[in-house]
């Protein structure tokens, strides 16, 4: 979909402008509707480039992409359908993964203490990406389901003990959508 080469020229021209002391990595993904670039930090000092709660990953995000549109506009002519399909997706030191795991034990705690309650419980405001994998963490449980409330920044993930009677309803559907 998009110059391969070209994209790596660019992004080991803003990395070498970081001046970061860290091993680089890119990857490139590509679906129907999608490219994946994802650049990948690791080393052994690289911790201060993660910036509070990720804040400096998703800046790097945000102006590598920017960058990279900007680029792919000017110097390879492409239009803004196909810019529009382009994703860039930053790491540094493992950070994303580490979070991800953390995030995953806050809710299978919080699920734990929904069942016990017998009612629901809202976690806080989160992204959509963290909203996602909350989902995903907690759809291979048949006894709770989830849903996100909230708008903008406020929107948070709740989490909803299933009675008996609506346990046996879910199952029944789910076998009959598989017949």
């Known amino acids: 979909m998009f110059d391969q080469e070209f994209i790596t020229k660019k992004l080991d021209k803003f ?12 990857d490139f993904q590509e679906g129907e509707d999608f490219f994946l670039v994802k650049v990948i930090f690791r080393g052994d000092n690289v911790g201060y480039a993660i910036g509070t709660g990720g804040g400096k990953i998703f800046s790097m995000q945000n102006v590598l992409l920017m960058m990279l549109k900007n680029s792919l506009r000017g110097e ?6 196909k810019l529009e399909k382009l994703r860039v ?11 991800k795991q953390i995030l995953i034990k806050d809710v299978q705690r919080k699920a734990d203490e929904a069942r016990v309650l017998g009612e629901p419980v809202d976690l806080h ?6 909203r996602r994998e909350v989902h995903m963490e907690l759809k291979k449980f048949d006894d709770i389901k989830t849903e996100s ?7 948070y993930v709740r989490i909803i003990p299933l ?3 609506e346990i046996g309803a879910i199952k029944e ?5 598989e017949e």
């Open 163 to 165: 009675k008996e009677e």
């Open 89 to 99: 997706f930053v790491d540094i030191g493992d950070y994303r993964e580490r979070k």
């Open 76 to 81: 390879k002519n492409e239009d803004e359908e």
């Open 125 to 130: 405001p989160m992204s959509a990406i963290e």
């Open 173 to 177: 559907e789910n076998e009959e959508q």
């Open 15 to 26: 990395v070498a402008l970081l001046g970061l002391n860290a091993d680089v990595d890119y």
């Open 149 to 155: 409330l909230g708008e903008g920044r406020d929107r």
